[in-house]
């Protein structure tokens, strides 16, 4: 009809449509380029707006390429017939069934309908009337959503009237989360001898295929290696070796979709190390004496003390308190609020942690009033 809208789509195999694409349009043999009345979907669909007399007068074809192979075809000529202007209830042109896009990305919900008066189009999503927004705009060829979110999955209805005259076009979106991959923790920092603990959290699927690698090579679970979860996102190593550390992949995969992602184990001689220790010392009876251990390791290493080999048992007079400083080292005191005889002697700090163990011992020695 002259003055309305024509609309031609490329009709695709749907056993090829995956690997298909619409390139372009030709009116006879001369390219069309999209202007003030022609008009290329997103969608692959030819939109002539504001049909003339002369749009009757061509073959127009649709070329497709395949995305692989480079492979172009030209489908089979269409001609348009054009009518006098005649008052007409709306007749959708083109629609959707159902449409599928990923999170962020710019999806067209087509909908294009004829009719005479020129139609009035109204969108509703999931039966309540579409408000304007930021995202959402309504266009000549639909309804056009920017970065699309999850939450804008749903049955979407094109209501169209005019005096004469209704239509709808009912099509439903689906809105997935891109396949994602997240390795916790971010950095692992442990020693030889230790246990490691990695999990890998997925989104944008379920009933993914994970699989864990190292250094490029697949982790098969061992008398040292379990493998946990409902999806085997759970990877836990435990005696690491030195030829243990290096990249650790978690690399998942759901139909055509796979993510990625890694971390960097670094595994270091723990061997808990003394810093400083206290040292050698005269103290009379009553007076109060402060012993203090500075130790580093990989894990934190655990401090005890004794004395001439017994354990330090802590009462009001004997206290054990310890810090973590900002370099990452145990500093552990003995503190002594009162000496008395049975308080002389060797005194004992030992570090221990599965890497492996240290101590440091020195005299504390009384005065003539004091000692053992």
């Known amino acids: 009809m002259r003055g309305n809208v024509a609309v031609f789509k490329c009709i695709i195999p749907s056993s090829v449509e995956a690997y298909i694409t619409v390139v372009s349009w030709e009116k006879d043999t001369v390219s069309l380029v999209s202007g003030p009345r022609f008009l290329i979907t997103s969608t692959g669909a030819l939109y002539i707006l504001d049909v003339q007399n002369e749009d009757g007068l061509y073959n127009y074809r649709c070329i497709t390429r395949h995305r692989y192979t480079g492979e172009t075809r030209q489908s089979n000529s269409a001609r348009l017939f054009v009518s006098d202007p005649a008052n007409s209830a709306p007749s959708i042109l083109d629609g959707f069934d159902h449409r599928k896009a990923m999170a962020g990305q710019r999806v067209e919900l087509p909908c294009k309908a004829s009719g005479h008066p020129a139609p009035k189009y109204r969108w509703l999503k999931d039966n309540v009337p579409w408000e304007p927004d930021s995202r959402f705009r309504q266009t000549v060829t639909g309804l056009l959503i920017e970065n699309t979110r999850p939450s804008d999955s749903g049955s979407y209805v094109c209501e169209v009237w005019n005096n004469y ?63 946990t979860g409902l999806n085997r996102e759970n990877l836990i190593m435990d005696g690491m070796a030195k030829s243990d550390g290096g990249a650790y992949q978690c690399f998942v995969r759901k139909d055509k979709m796979s993510a990625q992602d890694y971390v960097q184990v670094v595994l270091e001689d723990g061997t808990p190390k003394i810093i400083s220790a206290f040292s050698e010392k005269v103290v009379s009876p009553g007076e109060p004496v402060s012993l203090m251990c500075n130790v580093k390791g990989t894990p ?55 890497a492996g163990v240290v101590l440091y011992q020195a005299r504390i020695n009384g005065r003539p009033a004091f000692g053992r």
Do not use: F
């Open 165 to 227: 005259g209704t239509a709808e076009m009912v099509g439903r979106l689906y809105v997935k989360q891109p396949l994602k991959a997240t390795i916790s923790p971010r950095k692992v920092k442990s020693s030889v001898g230790s246990q490691v603990s990695l999990s890998c959290s997925v989104t944008g699927t379920e009933d993914q295929e994970l699989s864990w690698y190292r250094n490029g090579e697949i982790i098969n679970p061992g008398s040292n290696v379990r493998i």
């Open 300 to 354: 934190l290493p655990t401090i005890t003390w004794t004395l001439d080999e017994d354990p330090i048992v802590k009462d009001g007079s004997h206290r054990v308190s310890q810090i973590i400083t900002s370099e990452g080292n145990v500093v552990s005191y003995l503190n002594i609020s009162n000496t008395q005889v049975r308080d002389g002697g060797v005194y004992r700090c030992t570090a221990n942690n599965s």
